[in-house]
């Protein structure tokens, strides 16, 4: 494990759905037979190992499991069996503005969201100015984040986690949101942090972004994995295949 940031071994997620669902009291007597649920394997079966320092792209259709899997490695779903580990401090950006407070100031919330990550007072303090900084939002910055539109929120959000000095970065479909000039930051500076020796999981379904980023991708299809490899050949087939 010293030399995995993630390990993900033979990990199971399944939802329950239900059908014609009852709304109110009423409806759950009236038709009981309405009730009925059925369960969706969303992750058969996962074993999947990342490196530390590694950039590796999950990528597949909608529906295929990529998102779930990066939400088991954050914690925010568990799995239904398996296990998963993680070595080092992670860091996400899965929910857009997830931990923002819509009624406080973009800086308000860059205390917030960075307390979440771990960061103290002290160290969110020293901080600050490069958070800002690389928003873009020095003349918002004390707006409430309600009036703030959705590429807005996603600057601040990028900004609060690539300054908490994780080992680990997960990252879902966000550089799709805002203009062209902060995506292409975005990427820079991922960039800058793979150098650097961090580890990261991104989800897109941006080819060019995972080429830019991603020396490794894993193709998820239908909840198992249908392809782990060199990125160029992965994604060669998987747009063959999907076209």
């Known amino acids: ?21 009852s709304n109110t009291i009423k409806e759950k007597i009236l038709f009981l037979s309405r009730n009925k649920k059925e369960k969706r394997e969303v992750l058969k079966g996962i074993n999947l190992k990342i490196k530390q320092g590694e950039a590796v792209a999950l990528i597949g259709t909608n529906g295929s499991g990529k998102s779930t899997l990066l939400k088991l490695m954050t914690k925010i779903l568990y799995p239904n069996s398996g296990v998963i580990r993680i070595n080092g401090k ?3 950006l899965l929910e857009l503005g997830a931990g923002f407070h819509p009624d406080f100031s973009g800086r308000e919330n860059i205390y917030f969201n960075a307390s979440i990550f771990g ?5 969110i303090d020293a901080k ?9 939002l020095e003349e918002y910055i004390d707006n409430p984040v ?8 996603m600057r601040l959000a990028f ?10 970065l997960l990252v879902d479909e966000i550089l799709s949101v805002g203009d062209e000039h902060f995506q292409n930051k975005c990427i820079k500076k991922m960039l800058e942090l793979r150098d650097k020796g961090k580890t990261m999981v991104f989800v897109t379904h941006s080819m060019d972004s995972v080429r830019k980023l991603c020396s490794r991708a894993v ?6 994995i249908r392809i782990d490899g060199n990125t160029n050949e992965v994604i060669n087939k998987y747009v063959e295949e999907t076209k």
Do not use: H, P
């Open 159 to 168: 900004a609060v986690a690539i300054n908490v000095n994780a080992d680990i």
């Open 119 to 123: 960061l103290t007072k002290k160290q």
């Open 90 to 92: 992670l860091t996400s």
């Open 1 to 21: 494990m010293e030399n995995y940031a993630i390990c993900v071994k033979d990990v199971y997620k399944n939802f329950n759905v239900y059908l014609d669902k």
């Open 146 to 153: 309600r009036t703030y539109s959705s590429g807005m929120f």
């Open 219 to 224: 193709w998820l299809c239908d909840g198992q």
């Open 128 to 136: 600050l100015e490069d958070i800002i900084e690389f928003s873009e």
